[in-house]
Structure formats: C-alpha cells, structure tokens
C-alpha cells in the first residue's frame, strides 16, 4: 500500500494515527508521569507519610541547596561519576580499540565475558566486593577500605568502574566494527602510526557510541542505590551518603517524605540535564 512522507496510507486520518501510540503512552503515563508528578506535588508539601501534611513551599528545595548533608551527597554522585561513567568510558575505548586493532579470535565470547557484570544483579556484585574489601577475609587489603573515610567512597566507585567497563567496551567494539577498513589503510598511507589512527580516524567515529556510554554511564552513577546499600549505607560518617539514599532513608525511615520527594526531583532534574547536555554534544559531534 502506497503511503504518504508521514508513513500513513493516503487518507488516513491523522486521529487513527494516535491510537496506535496511545497504548503506550497511558501506560508511560500510569507508570511514569503520574508518580513523578505526584513526586513534585508531595515535595512542596512536610509530610510523614501518615497525619495530613502541611503546605512547605519551597523550604523542601531550599534545604537541597543549604543543608551541607544534602549538598555533599550531591557532590559524592559527580565523584562517582569519575568512576562509573569517564574511567570506564576511557578504559573501554583502549580495548575495544586494542581488540579490532589486532581482530581478535573468540571476539564474541570476550564479548559475552566483558558484558557479563551487566546481567549480574548488583546486590550480589555489592556483597562479593564487601567481601574483597573485607580485611579478615584473607585475601582483602589489610586496611577495610570501606571504613575509611579517606578511601570508602573511593573504594565504592572502583567497584562501579569495574561494573560498567564491560557496557562501555561492548558499545565501543560495535561502534568500530561498523568503520571502513579503508579509512584505516588511507591514514597508512600518510604514515600515520596506531596513536594517530586512534584519533584521527577510530575517535571520532565512534563520538556517537561515545555519547550513549556516557549517558548511560553516567545515570547509573547519579542513580545509584542498591551498591551503597549494600556496602556502606552512607558510611562511614557521610562519606558515601547519595541523593538516592537519602530518599530511601527519609521517606521510609524518618518519615520525612515531602523532603525525600525534594530530593528525589531535584535529582531526576539533575540526570536529565546532564543527558541532556552529553547528548547535545554528541550530535554536534557527529554532525
């Protein structure tokens, strides 16, 4: 059947055309729209989560920015944005650049073992490394890394780095093997050498592949829950304290639940506007 530039057959009506979407998007909006909306709602508001909660205004926001626990558990999630999105990202373009340099044999498997952390849950990855940090375990550090408060928070983002190392190498990989042969051979041909081929030619081709790592990378970071929960649980001190843990704590625990909803939207604020803007250099990039 022959169709229009919409991808609609000629004189089907554009209403027709919502429905086919309209599915999903009640479902997006039941599971997604609603309870944010009604995050921001509760987040105005000082609420237990029981009594009738009283109108906050914007204290709950205005505590985000003054409260120093608040504002250092947002700092911990750009550090550990070091150690879940720009070491992975940089370690996974060395070896996918070193693998489809050489063409490797058995690359799919190295694939599947690289990738593997990925359908690991984390709550079983958190307790195996609280185990290696563990200094009675016998083949730990002799220091307990996680009780540090110079290296606890360090210490998580390695584990979190060895995590999405594997996601960043296997989208890099794919990302290369879809460059021509012959761009390499031509940078050859003017002498180039492995380094320069890797950045004038490797590099920018995969600036997209660069763009999704990082987003997803980078989410996973400012979204992190279940590795601090199961590590440190903000220890020592606050050290390793995270916005997302700070929602946990406060709406089920101090029944502080217009606050924990305050921190929870400012958070999600925060990753669209980081994604936002790793994307928007990502298409400039590769525009």
Do not use: C
Not at 9 to 26: C, K, M, S, T
Not at 39 to 46: E, G, K, M, T
């Amino acid at each position: 059947m022959a169709r229009n530039g919409s991808g609609r057959p000629p004189g089907e009506p554009r209403a027709i055309g919502y429905l086919y979407v309209l599915p999903a998007f009640l479902l997006y909006a039941g599971f997604a729209l609603f309870p944010l909306g009604r995050a921001v709602q509760l987040s105005f508001y000082d609420w237990d989560g029981q009594t009738l909660g009283t109108w906050a205004g914007l204290r709950n926001y205005t505590d985000v920015f003054t409260d120093p626990i608040l504002r250092g558990a947002f700092g911990h999630t750009l550090v550990l944005i070091l150690f879940f999105a720009l070491l992975p990202v940089a370690i996974g373009l060395l070896l996918a650049s070193i693998l489809n340099r050489a063409r490797v044999r058995g690359l799919g498997f190295f694939r599947t073992v690289v990738f593997l952390p990925q359908v690991i849950a984390m709550v079983v990855i958190a307790i195996a490394w609280k185990q290696i940090y563990d200094p009675t375990s016998g083949f730990g550090p002799v220091r307990g890394w996680l009780g540090d408060y110079s290296l606890a928070l360090p210490a998580v983002g390695l584990i979190g780095t060895w995590f999405e190392i594997g996601l960043a190498t296997v989208l890099l990989l794919a990302g290369m093997s879809r460059i021509p042969r012959e761009l390499y051979e031509a940078a050859r041909l003017d002498g180039a050498g492995p380094v320069r081929e890797f950045f004038a030619v490797t590099l920018p081709s995969v600036r997209g592949e660069i763009a999704v790592a990082l987003t997803l990378t980078i989410i996973a970071a400012l979204k992190t829950f279940d590795l601090i929960y199961m590590t440190t649980k903000g220890s020592p001190g606050t050290t390793t304290l995270v916005p997302s843990y700070i929602v946990f704590d406060r709406a089920f625990r101090t029944n502080q639940v217009g606050s924990a909803a305050a921190v929870g939207v400012t958070l999600t604020v925060l990753i669209f506007a980081i994604s936002f803007l790793v994307n928007r250099i990502g298409d400039r990039s590769t525009s």
